[in-house]
């Protein structure tokens, strides 16, 4: 299977001390562009990530995460994108 390279940011919501997905968003201007993009959402959200990910097409799976940058709550990288799986 074919995977392509993409940039993901993940908002993250506080409830009951446990952070959880809010928003999920692609970001199509590359890395500058997911940074910017999780800065501006973790002003509305507890925190938000940009990572870059590796991701199969037919299945939609994502492979190999990378964290670009974090802003306000977020968890650690293995629980987000479990999270997010």
Do not use: C, T, Y
Request: no cysteine.
């Amino acid at each position: 299977m074919k995977r392509v390279q993409k940039f993901v940011v993940i908002a993250f919501r506080l409830i009951k001390g446990r952070l959880l997905i809010a928003e999920m968003r692609e970001a199509r201007g590359g890395e500058a562009s997911a940074i910017r993009l999780a800065e501006m959402m973790s002003q509305n959200w507890a925190g938000a990530a940009a990572f870059e990910v590796h991701v199969e097409e037919e299945s939609g799976d994502m492979h190999a995460p990378r964290l670009l940058a974090a802003f306000g709550s977020v968890p650690d990288l293995d629980e987000a994108m479990e999270a997010a799986a």
